[in-house]
């Protein structure tokens, strides 16, 4: 995601990287002693990466945006087909007949934890401070859009002069720059989440260092959190609007890596839902318990170009080409996963966004651009080799610690050292956050990570790799593909046609092989049955607690 090559360059969601998200369960009679000894009813979940920020504003990573998503809410929502619904705002907005404004009256019953009302005002505070540039959101780009944003961005005007206002308290008013098709689904992402003014500033540099710190107004309040936790409740927040539509008290969380692990727990009844992969979902793939759905986080590698100052092996496009297909990602998809993820046609998800026209599939439309080919692969990179005074090169695979990239890291570094002459690959797993300041420092050589939609329009993965957006790590900077991106961006209010340039850039993102990506995951896990209503989301933060219904024995 971007700072954008245009003002539609706009990008994936950061999380850009990460985690397949999980799940909950049910109170059932033989379940824990806490449920049997308590009338309230209590779901236990897990996550594989810990929360690294609560700020709606400063948070980078999947696991953190789907925490806020529990316990904030937004002007809008997404129902169980991801179209959008009313959040805090009471309908969808009213668009000018030229696209530029949009007015938004908002609910009068919406309440912060602490009884105050959310009024109109706490948005443009909180949409203000996304895009002052001394406060650096890494998420500013989702604003760029808004009337303004980009000048406030590089210090030309103040964040007062955003092109956001409230007239009243239940009035918001947003004016746009160009016209912008999918700018309401922009908004229904915890960036454009709001915020209390009075309170935010009362708590200073405190604000969102833990759960004691922070002001709520989602479905659920969180409890036991303190940055690096790796358990924490959400609460029922009886003080949310609309807060019959789950009979849920409260949800346990625990952070949990291993599948093995995940698999123990749920057999022991501590968790009440496990995410499952390789053997495990092999051989639960036939279990009652067993639910699957396809994701649409992308998983690949990004190919550094430049480190510590300098052009790496990867700055040859021959290198960059010799990577792409010289990894076998049927063997990942069908071999170590085996859990109805697919393999990556390429950088956009299939099933996620249809021609405008026609209703095909981005990626049936596109084609599938990624493939194996061991002797060419070979041959690219002596070819990388024979232009390169250095013949023997030792690189790091950077990947998280999740269960997961252990196997697949493992597989990629035979693969790599197997096929390509002189090539040494060491693997580093580290935690999340780790990853995260590894990848914004640029201090890797290849590396396994994912991205995910944070809005419903194909830019949302392809702006990550415009030559200026904030999450292009790895130095991939072409003039064709930004040109494209920049058309695009300019059709942005006219998708028909747009459709063609985004697929045509793609095609040039894949052709010099500026990213590689492998497959594309899917939400397989065990689930109690008695769970009704989680919902899995196809772009923004993917599980949504907020509606499940338990079920009565």
């Given at each position: 995601m971007k700072k954008a090559v245009s003002k539609l360059i706009k990008a994936t969601?950061?999380?850009?990287?990460?985690?397949?998200?999980?799940?909950?369960?049910?109170?059932?009679?033989?379940?824990?002693?806490?449920?049997?000894?308590?009338?309230?009813?209590?779901?236990?979940?897990?996550?594989?990466?810990?929360?690294?920020?609560?700020?709606?504003?400063?948070?980078l990573d999947g696991g953190s945006f789907i925490a806020i998503t529990q316990v904030m809410e937004g002007l809008f929502n997404l129902d169980t087909d991801d179209s959008i619904i009313p959040g805090v705002a009471e309908e969808l907005p009213e668009i000018s007949e030229d696209g530029l404004t949009y007015t938004l009256k908002l609910r009068k019953n919406a309440k912060w934890s602490n009884g105050m009302k959310v009024?109109?005002?706490?948005?443009?505070?909180?949409?203000?401070?996304?895009?002052?540039?001394?406060?650096?959101?890494?998420?500013?780009?989702?604003?760029?859009?808004?009337?303004?944003?980009?000048?406030?961005?590089?210090?030309?005007?103040?964040?007062?002069?955003?092109?956001?206002s409230a007239p009243d308290d239940y009035t918001l008013?947003?004016?746009?720059?160009?016209?912008?098709?999918?700018?309401?689904?922009?908004?229904?992402?915890?960036?454009?989440?709001?915020?209390?003014?009075?309170?935010?500033?009362?708590?200073?540099?405190?604000?969102?260092?833990?759960?004691?710190?922070?002001?709520?107004?989602?479905?659920?309040?969180?409890e036991n959190w303190e940055h690096g936790n790796q358990k924490w409740t959400y609460s029922k927040n009886d003080?949310?609007?609309?807060?019959?539509?789950?009979?849920?008290?409260k949800?346990?969380?625990?952070?949990?890596?291993?599948?093995?692990?995940?698999?123990?727990?749920?057999?022991n009844n501590e968790l009440d839902r496990a995410v499952l992969s390789g053997e495990f979902a092999k051989q639960y793939k036939n279990d009652p318990d067993y639910t699957t759905q396809l994701d649409s986080w992308v998983h690949l590698i990004e190919v550094n170009q430049i480190k510590d100052g300098e052009k790496t092996i990867f700055a040859d496009e021959n290198a960059r080409k010799a990577i792409m297909i010289g990894i076998d990602r049927d063997h990942i998809v069908n071999e170590i996963l085996d859990n109805d993820s697919r393999v990556a046609g390429g950088v956009v998800a299939a099933e996620f966004v249809r021609n405008p026209e026609s209703e095909e599939d981005f990626r049936e439309e596109s084609g599938i651009l990624t493939s194996y080919d061991k002797v060419n692969?070979?041959?690219?990179?002596?070819?990388?080799?024979?232009?390169?005074?250095?013949?023997?090169?030792?690189?790091?695979?950077?990947?998280?610690?999740?269960?997961?990239?252990?196997?697949?890291?493992?597989?990629?570094?035979?693969?790599?050292?197997?096929?390509?002459?002189?090539?040494?690959?060491?693997?580093?797993?580290?935690?999340?956050?780790?990853?995260?300041?590894?990848?914004?420092?640029?201090?890797?050589?290849?590396?396994?990570t994912r991205i995910g939609p944070d809005f419903q329009d194909p830019t949302t993965y392809l702006n990550n790799y415009a030559g200026d957006s904030f999450h292009n790590h790895s130095g991939y900077n072409s003039s064709i593909y930004n040109e494209l991106l920049?058309?695009?961006?300019?059709?942005?209010?006219?998708?028909?046609?747009?459709?063609?340039?985004?697929?045509?850039?793609?095609?040039?993102?894949?052709?010099?092989?500026?990213?590689?990506?492998?497959?594309?995951?899917?939400?397989?896990?065990?689930?109690?049955?008695?769970?009704m209503g989680m919902i899995h989301h196809l772009f923004g933060p993917p599980n949504y607690y907020g509606k499940i219904i338990l079920k009565d024995e």
């Open positions: 969601m950061i999380m850009g990287m990460f985690l397949l998200f999980s799940g909950c369960g049910g109170t059932k009679k033989d379940s824990q002693k806490e449920n049997e000894a308590s009338p309230d009813k209590i779901i236990n979940m897990m996550e594989i990466n810990e929360i690294s920020s609560m700020d709606s504003g400063n948070a009024t109109a005002h706490d948005f443009v505070y909180a949409w203000q401070r996304v895009v002052d540039a001394n406060y650096a959101s890494p998420s500013s780009f989702l604003l760029m859009d808004i009337k303004n944003a980009e000048a406030i961005l590089g210090g030309v005007k103040q964040p007062e002069e955003l092109g956001v008013i947003v004016e746009l720059e160009a016209p912008v098709a999918y700018f309401t689904s922009v908004m229904t992402f915890p960036t454009l989440f709001p915020l209390n003014e009075s309170y935010v500033n009362e708590q200073g540099d405190n604000y969102g260092i833990d759960a004691n710190h922070l002001l709520y107004n989602g479905p659920y309040v969180l003080l949310y609007w609309n807060s019959k539509q789950s009979n849920v008290d949800v346990n969380i625990q952070v949990v890596k291993e599948t093995n692990l995940a698999v123990d727990l749920y057999e692969a070979q041959k690219l990179w002596k070819k990388a080799l024979s232009e390169s005074e250095t013949k023997e090169f030792t690189i790091d695979l950077l990947a998280s610690d999740q269960d997961e990239n252990k196997k697949i890291t493992e597989y990629i570094q035979y693969s790599l050292e197997e096929n390509f002459e002189g090539l040494t690959v060491n693997i580093s797993l580290l935690p999340e956050k780790s990853v995260l300041d590894r990848e914004s420092n640029q201090d890797f050589d290849l590396l396994l920049q058309k695009a961006g300019e059709l942005s209010a006219k998708p028909k046609e747009s459709w063609q340039v985004l697929i045509d850039a793609e095609h040039t993102l894949l052709e010099e092989a500026g990213v590689v990506p492998l497959y594309q995951s899917a939400n397989t896990a065990l689930m109690r049955q008695d769970i």
